[in-house]
């Protein structure tokens, strides 16, 4: 029995085949997004390191100085 159908119409063989190619593509695709995911991610921490640096190599600040940036978990709530 014929049938219009062209998958039917391959043998086994031919349809494991392109069956392996789809999953074949499918994956290059996600292993093309994860390469991009990690390239982003580096750029991330390039950019951290980066301002790490910058906060190690600035000067200390004190605890008496007017200027100095205050951290706001030091500070409560007025609740508090």
Same mark, same amino acid.
């Given at each position: &029995?014929?049938? +219009? +159908? /062209? &998958?039917?119409?391959? +043998?086994?063989?031919e *349809? *494991?085949?392109?069956? %392996?190619? !789809?999953? $074949?593509? @499918?994956?290059?695709?996600?292993?093309?997004?994860?390469?991009?995911? !990690?390239?982003?991610?580096?750029?991330?921490?390039?950019?951290? %390191?980066?301002?790490?640096?910058?906060?190690?190599? $600035?000067?200390?600040?004190?605890? /008496?100085? !007017?200027? $100095? $940036?205050?951290? %706001? *978990?030091?500070?409560?709530?007025?609740? @508090?």
């Amino acid at each position: &029995m014929v049938s +219009n +159908n /062209g &998958m039917e119409s391959e +043998n086994p063989t031919e *349809r *494991r085949l392109t069956e %392996l190619e !789809i999953k $074949a593509s @499918f994956a290059e695709d996600l292993l093309e997004q994860l390469d991009k995911v !990690i390239v982003r991610q580096q750029q991330q921490i390039d950019a951290l %390191l980066r301002e790490v640096a910058e906060l190690k190599a $600035a000067p200390p600040v004190r605890d /008496g100085d !007017i200027t $100095a $940036a205050r951290s %706001l *978990r030091d500070e409560l709530p007025p609740h @508090f």
